[in-house]
């Protein structure tokens, strides 16, 4: 007997895949190299019965936890976290007071987004968006006048200073 979320199914077969992705660079001569395995999300094939009185209950449960997208907690001879990516149930004679299904579960993982407000200070400041309004055009306070000369003013340097007028 296994659980799915606490609900009770009878798993016949439980077939967990383990894969990994391999990046492979050819060369001029003998076997490419490769250079890199990165993991793959875990999945796992289950098959099964679900009978009893609850057997419809279970079953519409099951359906709107993939629909939902919700994580699931599978207990059998494996255990197993993820969502469910397939369900399908066979309704035939052979099982009077239920049926049987196939489902697919695929671990998934949950990332949060790191916000500037949660850094330290210094990394704060250096993460902080840099805001730039781009070049401004001045404005000239007399359109269509003409500009007055201003007087140049001569500058008087303290006696003794090597600038001051001899």
Request: hydrophobic fraction near 35%; avoid cysteine; charge should be positive.
């Amino acid at each position: 007997m296994a659980t799915i979320n606490g609900m009770y199914v009878l798993a016949e077969s439980e077939d967990p895949n383990y894969e990994v992705d391999v990046t492979d660079q050819p060369v001029e001569d003998g076997v490419d190299t490769s250079d890199h395995v990165q993991r793959k999300p875990r999945q796992m094939s289950i098959t099964g019965v679900i009978v009893g009185n609850d057997a419809a209950q279970i079953r519409q449960n099951l359906i709107s936890l993939s629909d939902n997208g919700e994580i699931v907690k599978f207990m059998g001879r494996n255990l197993f976290t993820g969502v469910i990516v397939s369900f399908s149930s066979k309704h035939d004679y052979k099982i009077a007071n239920g049926f049987s299904f196939s489902m697919a579960l695929k671990e998934i993982r949950i990332v949060k987004s790191s916000y500037v407000e949660t850094l330290p200070l210094p990394i704060k400041a250096a993460a902080a968006p840099v805001i730039s309004s781009g070049r401004k055009q001045t404005k000239s306070k007399g359109k269509g006048k003409e500009k007055k000369e201003e007087k140049v003013e001569k500058v008087k340097f303290k006696a003794g200073s090597p600038w001051a007028e001899k």
